[in-house]
């Protein structure tokens, strides 16, 4: 079991930053892919960002590359996601997944809802323009 805790979330103006957290417990942190989705109101939940474990490999969703970056400490069992030069339509929440153990760096696959079986509560970011 894995449990995933967000926190970071805010009220900021469009070109602000903010760097969100997810702690993670449980075990073999290390070997799971960790990504991070938002979902907008009345809109489905997108993919953000992930890093895969093994290489430390980093994809983005088009609409973030370039301003947002993902990270993690393995030490800590905490993923990270600095978001910069945010704007409006940057507003959702933000949840931060967990992928199975050794998991898959297919990249038809590792933006995808269904290759996360452990999911955080949730963290507000809202940007006002």
């Known amino acids: 079991q894995v449990q995933l805790v967000e926190s970071g979330g805010g009220l900021v103006q469009a070109g602000d930053s903010l760097r969100l957290s997810c702690a993670a417990s449980?075990?073999?942190?290390?070997?799971?892919?960790m990504a991070w989705f938002r979902q907008a109101p009345g809109k489905e939940r997108d993919f953000v960002a992930v890093?895969?474990?093994?290489?430390?490999?980093?994809y983005y969703a088009d609409s973030v590359k370039g301003r947002f970056t993902i990270s993690r400490d393995n030490a800590k069992n905490t993923v990270y996601l600095q978001m910069n030069s945010l704007k409006p339509e940057d507003t959702a929440v933000y949840y931060c997944?967990?992928?199975?153990?050794?998991?898959?760096?297919?990249?038809?696959?590792?933006?995808?809802?269904?290759?996360?079986?452990?999911w955080g509560q949730g963290t507000q970011v809202t940007v006002s323009s």
């Open positions: 449980g075990r073999d942190f290390s070997i799971r892919n």
């Open positions: 997944a967990a992928g199975p153990q050794g998991g898959t760096a297919n990249v038809r696959l590792i933006g995808q809802n269904s290759s996360y079986g452990y």
């Open positions: 890093m895969v474990w093994r290489g430390g490999t980093t």
